[in-house]
Every structure is written in C-alpha cells, then in structure tokens.
C-alpha cells in the first residue's frame, strides 16, 4: 500500500487541531480514514490525504453458510450498511461446510488482508480460529442472530449489525489460545469425556488417574461442560485451567446415588500439561473430535490478536 | 464455587486436589490450595492451604497460612498462622507465627514460633512436643 505524503492547507486548518486529529487516529490504530476526519471537520475529501487506508482492501469478511437462510438477509443488508458507513467494508467470502478457513485466509494474506471478521455464531467463531488462530491476523466477529452467541457476551460484542461499532472502534486484545500436540489450537476449552490418564503439568508434578476413569476438561474462554461455578475468566495470564472428575458410573451406581460424594472437582493451572492416556480416548477440543492416547498442550500466551467491546468480561 | 469455602479467607480457591486423586513432585500454586487426596513431595504456595479431613500429605509445605483437618509427614514452615482442628495429624517440625490446635489434634515434632511476634506484645515458644489425648504440650 502506498502512503502518500500530508497535505495540509493553512487557510482551511487549524495545524494544531489536525496534529491531534491525526494523533488520536493513529492512538485509535488507523481505522478511521482521513478523508472521514477530513468531512467531521468539513473539509472536502481529499485522497492524497490518506494516512492509511486499512479500510476497503485490508478486512476480509467471512460469512458462516448458515447465514444462506433467507431469515438473516436483512441483518446481513443492515451490517453491510453499516460497514460501509464506517468505511471498514471489505472481500465477502461465504464459507460451505467444506471450506478450510486456514487455506482460505492464508490465500487472503497474500493480497494484503490483516484483518478477519468471522461473520456468524459460536460455532463459526471457534471452527474458524481453532484452525487459524496462529496465522498473526487481527480477527474480529460479528455476531449474528440470537441463537448460539455466548462469544458476543464474553467478548463485549452486540449482536447484527451494532457489532459494526466495536468493529470500526478497533478495540484489539491479545488473547491466549493453546497449541495440542503442535498441531491444532483450542481457544475455548478441550474436554476428555472418560479416561484413565497420568496428567503431568508443567514437568514439575504428576496427578495419577489411572486407578479410575475420569472427565477432564482443559478451560480459556469458555467454562468445561461439568464446571461453571468454579470457572474464572482469565484468558491473558498465560496459564489455563485443567478440571478432572472421576466419570458417571453406570445406571445402577447413579440410581442408588453412589459416587455423588467421590465425584468431586480437581483443578489446578499451568503454562504446559501433558495426558497419557492408558488407551486411546475421545478428545474434543472445540468441537473437533480425535482419538488421541498422547496429548501435550501449550499455552501461547497473548498470541491472538481479536476485536473486543468495552464490555468485554475480562 | 464449592458452598463449603465461600465466604471464607481462602475463598478464591485456584488448585483443588480432589479426594481420589494422587499427586506426585512439586506442587507450587500462587492461589490458595486445598488438599483432599494424596499429595507427596513438596508443596509451596503465597497464600492458604487447607488440608482436608481423610487427605495425606507427605511433603514439605510451605503457605502463608495453612487449616490443617488431615494428615501431614513432613516439615511445615507458615508465614503468619496454623490451626490444626480436632482430626489434624501432623509429623513433622512447624514453623508459624500464630498456632491454633484444637482438642484431639495430634502433633509430633519440633515447633518454632516466630521471633517477630515479639513485636506485637506476644513472646516465641518452642513447643517440645503435644499430648494428643489431653491436648497439653509436654
């Protein structure tokens, strides 16, 4: 992109007032173009006085193809308005099923996009950043519809077309996300259903489950599914939280109430945990199913860059 | 939050040790740390531990404060305060500024009372050893 030098004409502009025109808009990371300041302070626009034109070709829209439904046409029709209002209205890539949003964004990178915003639900903020998380874009969401949209609570984002604000506001937070055998990421939690496993944390102590199986659950963003109360929100400190509990027993145990009282939570945080499994078990990690008998996992702390609101829950 | 620690000192609980679970090497924690398994090697942490009734600790601990109901083989160095409740079991050399042991509590082993609390009006002692029945230091 080229920047091309500031022109300023004396007989219209106060120079003191443009200095700091200019100043909170690169405070504000340089969404806002020049030529919008140039018509707040009523000034016809000028090209040439483009500071850093983020808006048009750096942000790349990723629609979820549940959004297809006829239902969300008009939401979509005001977001776009609303995106081009704030002048931050980019490249519109509808997503199938099939689709591998890392191949995809990687392909984008290469002619110049920085920022991506997953346009959707829960499901597609998470599919799409398990998969991408690592690959140093900016991600915003757009939350859309009411359903399935946890995401917008914890991030501070409103959802349909009021995200448009917290996404022009560019607000960024880096964000821990974990690696699992340095391959995939899960940024809101993975969750083991039934195991036997030795647990070793941070290669200073070992928990040993092997005498029973066990529900583990690995939490950042979200709370583990057998665990809210004890959850706290801490996505930045580098650290996650692993829970365990020894699994359900069987119909008859769960009838005659046995095992209620030996069920109780175990928790503790760490920067790198390593599950060996006794056989190979279920691992979920957002929402992505694998058998695994080894699972490391590593924090990369404060490596996602993401869009919040103000009213974000961390 | 487990209804039993609200409300209480050691109510932002970060690592929990559940009752079937066996922890093994060094355990260190910034947060509070309740014990209601089995830990063995050392445990350290800059706020309070509490070692639950029926859980086995066989390590060194060091806590700014520590409510012990279970058993503990192992020395145990407190920064402000130890109470040991009526089903505490400790084996091992305490060092602590205030100590609390309620009736039936057993403890064996060299304690030391901090010198600092002079400061505050209260003199050292040195507990040789406690008599678990009549609750009299010997």
Avoid at chain 1, 81 to 106: A, H, M, Q, Y
Avoid at chain 1, 178 to 185: C, L, M, Q
Avoid at chain 2, 24 to 33: A, L, P, Q, T, Y
Avoid at chain 2, 93 to 121: P, W
Wanted: proline share 4%; charged share 30%.
């Amino acid at each position: 992109m080229t920047k091309t030098p500031v022109k300023l004409s004396k007989t219209h502009l106060d120079p003191e007032k443009v200095r700091k025109e200019l100043q909170s808009l690169v405070r504000s990371g340089g969404v806002k173009t020049i030529t919008t300041k140039r018509r707040k302070i009523g000034l016809e626009t000028a090209p040439t006085y483009s500071l850093e034109r983020k808006g048009v070709s750096s942000y790349l829209y990723l629609y979820d193809s549940y959004l297809q439904d006829p239902e969300y046409k008009n939401i979509l029709a005001n977001i776009e308005k609303r995106l081009r209002d704030f002048e931050i209205f980019g490249k519109i890539i509808k997503l199938s099923s099939f689709t591998n949003p890392r191949v995809l964004i990687e392909d984008e990178m290469r002619h110049g996009i920085k920022t991506v915003i997953i346009v959707g639900n829960d499901d597609s903020f998470i599919r799409i950043l398990s998969r991408a998380a690592d690959l140093g874009v900016t991600f915003g969401f757009i939350p859309v519809g009411q359903k399935k949209n946890h995401f917008a609570e914890v991030l501070g984002i409103p959802i349909n077309e009021k995200s448009c604000e917290v996404i022009a506001a560019r607000k960024i937070e880096k964000l821990d996300y974990a690696t699992i055998n340095n391959k995939n990421f899960f940024i809101c939690y993975l969750y083991v259903p039934s195991a036997k496993l030795k647990v070793e944390c941070d290669e200073k102590f070992t928990a040993d489950l092997r005498h029973d199986r066990f529900e583990v659950a690995v939490a950042n963003l979200l709370p583990p599914p057998f665990e809210s109360q004890r959850f706290q929100l801490h996505p930045q400190d580098g650290h996650m939280d692993i829970y365990f509990r020894p699994a359900a027993g069987g119909l008859l145990s769960g009838l005659l109430g046995k095992g209620n009282k030996k069920r109780k939570i175990s928790t503790f945080f760490f920067k790198k945990i390593l599950l060996k499994m006794e056989k190979p078990a279920l691992v979920i990690a957002d929402g992505r199913e694998s058998k695994e008998a080894l699972v490391t996992i590593e924090i990369n702390k404060k490596k996602l860059s993401l869009i919040v609101g103000k009213s974000r829950q961390f | 939050m487990n209804d039993k620690y609200v409300g209480q000192p050691g109510g932002d609980v970060e690592t929990i040790v559940g009752p079937s679970v066996k922890v093994e090497g060094d355990f260190v924690s910034e947060g509070n740390i309740i014990i209601e398994g089995q830990v063995t090697g050392k445990i350290k942490t800059s706020k309070q531990l509490r070692v639950e009734e029926g859980a086995k600790v066989l390590a060194d601990v060091t806590a700014d404060s520590a409510i012990v109901s279970g058993e503990i083989r192992g020395n145990m160095r407190l920064a402000t305060n130890l109470e040991l409740t009526p089903t505490a079991k400790v084996y091992g050399d305490v060092s602590t500024k205030t100590l609390i042991v309620s009736a039936g509590a057993i403890l064996q082993g060299h304690t030391l009372m901090d010198e600092s609390e002079k400061s505050k009006g209260k003199s050292g002692k040195k507990i040789e050893s406690y008599d678990e029945n009549s609750g009299e230091v010997v």
